[in-house]
Structures are given as structure tokens and as C-alpha cells.
């Protein structure tokens, strides 16, 4: 079973950056689509960004709109490790950062029944 483990959420002032990282343990990693999903209080988790595997030849990152421009989605399959990269953040960031991850090959990025493996998730605070 494939664990997932985020880091590096915390509490931050509007405008400020963040970095978010995602541990994964599995040999296959380098095929996985993984993807960041927050949560924030009192609403319904959503997708944020996803970058796929190797095996992958089309487009391979995807972002709401929301955080174009802003964050950055990399991965270093070597340290079997996704990152998120958050600038110029705004309260409305604020949320519960979920790490995700899907062998599978489906076309819609943003579906969360199509992620197998999921992380506990890493709090992000944004304050005004």
C-alpha cells in the first residue's frame, strides 16, 4: 500500500510563500499522477494542481484557476517526492493541503475518485 505524507504547511501572512511537500513511498512512483487538494474550513476538498508521470506525453501539469500564477507543482521522482510551491498567498488559501496520487491513466485531472492513494493532509493558515 502506497503511503503519502505531507510537510510544510504552517501559519503565514498574505502575500507570504509557503513550500509543501509530499513524501511517497513506492517504486513506481515516477508512473503516478499525483496532485494537491485542499480543503478549506467548512467547504468540500478541491483540486488545486496535478502533474503527471513519466509515461505521460501530453500536457503534463494542471492548475485551477485560482492559484495560476502563484503556485508551482513540481516532483523529484529520484526522492519519490511532489512538491507544491505557494506565493503571494491569500486567506482564501487557507486550508487543509491533501497530497494525492493515482496509478491509473483517466484523462480528468481533477477527480478525486480517480486518486488511489491520499496523504492525512498539512494545515496552510493565511492570515490578513
Known amino acids: 500500500q502506497v503511503q503519502l505524507v505531507e510537510s510544510g504547511g504552517g501559519l503565514v501572512q498574505a502575500g507570504g510563500s509557503l513550500g509543501l511537500s509530499c513524501a511517497a513511498s513506492g517504486r513506481t512512483f515516477s508512473n503516478y499522477r499525483m496532485g494537491w487538494f485542499p480543503q478549506a474550513p467548512g467547504k468540500e476538498r478541491e483540486f488545486e494542481a496535478a502533474i503527471a508521470g513519466i509515461n505521460w506525453s501530453g500536457r503534463g501539469i494542471y492548475y485551477a484557476d485560482s492559484v495560476k500564477g502563484r503556485f508551482t507543482i513540481s516532483r523529484d521522482n529520484a526522492k519519490l517526492t511532489v512538491y507544491l510551491q505557494m506565493n503571494s498567498l491569500k486567506p482564501e488559501d487557507t486550508a487543509v493541503y491533501y497530497c494525492?496520487?493515482?496509478?491509473?491513466?483517466?484523462?480528468?485531472?481533477?477527480?478525486?475518485?480517480?486518486?488511489?492513494?491520499w496523504g492525512q493532509g498539512t494545515q496552510v493558515a493565511v492570515s490578513s
Open positions: 494525492a496520487g493515482t496509478s491509473g491513466s483517466g484523462s480528468i485531472w481533477h477527480r478525486q475518485q480517480e486518486y488511489e492513494y
